[in-house]
């Protein structure tokens, strides 16, 4: 696929974000879903420091990334990533090719750098190896064990070219 157009949500966003589909199961697929339902609500209350990044290809919502302030002023949250279901996989052909999930975690990246934050944290289902291995191979090492079923990774951001 083509590289997708990436932008920030807007209010009139919302039915589109809350119709979004990254699956039903496993379980922490079906958390995941609800998380975007609720961001798709809070769009229109703007909370300070949400950031839902849509990443469009062919008029189509293919991948979303929720961002929020995180447990402190310099570290962001990436609260999901999710791929549209039968992107799944995706690679986009540019030079050089990448994975789908590996541009959005990329571009989020990028996002919450250029918005000053110098660290970035994620909660990942320890089952989901996918997500373990896409965040754990662009640099988040574990931080804390949060309950019997999650860990929190964390990792630096590149400010360097934030601006």
């Not at 991948?63 to 999901?80: C, E, F, K, N, Y």
């Not at 789908?100 to 990246?109: D, G, P, Y």
């Amino acid at each position: 696929m083509a590289a997708p157009t990436v932008r920030l949500a807007q209010p009139a966003d919302a039915s589109t974000v809350a119709a979004f589909r990254c699956g039903r199961t496993p379980w922490y697929v079906e958390e995941a879903a609800k998380v975007i339902s609720k961001s798709a609500v809070l769009l229109d209350a703007a909370p300070s420091g949400l950031r839902v990044l849509l990443f469009e290809h062919a008029d189509e919502l293919v991948a979303i990334s929720v961002l929020q302030r995180g447990p402190t002023a310099r570290t962001a949250d990436l609260v999901v990533l999710a791929i549209r279901t039968r992107l799944r996989g995706a690679w986009i052909e540019q030079t050089p090719e990448r994975p789908l999930c590996v541009a959005v975690l990329e571009e989020t990246a990028q996002l919450a750098a250029r918005e000053g934050y110098e660290r970035i944290v994620a909660m990942a289902a320890d089952q989901n190896e996918k997500s373990v291995r896409l965040i754990t191979r662009a640099g988040f090492v574990p931080v804390k064990r949060l309950d019997g079923d999650y860990t929190l990774y964390q990792a630096l951001l590149d400010t360097t070219n934030a601006g």
